[in-house]
């Protein structure tokens, strides 16, 4: 069974940064796809950036480009979230996910494992 888990979350001033950090257990990343989502009170799960199985694909969700960057450690197994001058639109619980199969790096229902969620506050 795989385990994820986030870290990195807190409450920051607009223009400000944050490193997200998510680490598997079970197998380290490369093996997996994995997906960077954020949940906003009262508003469905979205994506925000992710990461092919070999690496080949990245992808960002048109409102992070620029300022987000997704990146992976395969010998330490953790995916991170770099986010920069964040917005008080970037306020949510952010997820990890990882996933076995997943050809949409977009669609959540792709991924086989969730972690916990961390939240991320901006204040403008």
């Known amino acids: 069974q795989v385990q994820v888990v986030e870290s990195g979350g807190g409450l920051v001033q607009a223009g400000g940064s944050l490193r997200l950090s998510c680490v598997a257990s079970?197998?380290?990343?490369?093996?997996?796809?994995g997906g960077w989502f954020r949940q906003a009170p009262g508003k469905e799960r979205e994506f925000v950036a992710g990461?092919?199985?070999?690496?080949?694909?990245?992808l960002y969700a048109d409102a992070v480009k620029g300022r987000f960057t997704i990146s992976r450690d395969n010998a330490k197994s953790t995916l991170y979230l770099r986010m920069n001058n964040l917005e008080p639109g970037d306020t949510a619980v952010y997820y990890c996910?990882?996933?076995?199969?997943?050809?949409?790096?977009?669609?959540?229902?792709?991924?086989?494992?969730w972690g916990q969620g961390t939240q991320v506050t901006v204040s403008s």
């Open positions: 079970g197998r380290t990343f490369n093996t997996y796809a």
């Open positions: 996910a990882a996933g076995t199969g997943t050809r949409d790096l977009r669609q959540p229902h792709q991924y086989d494992y």
């Open positions: 990461f092919s199985w070999f690496g080949a694909t990245i």
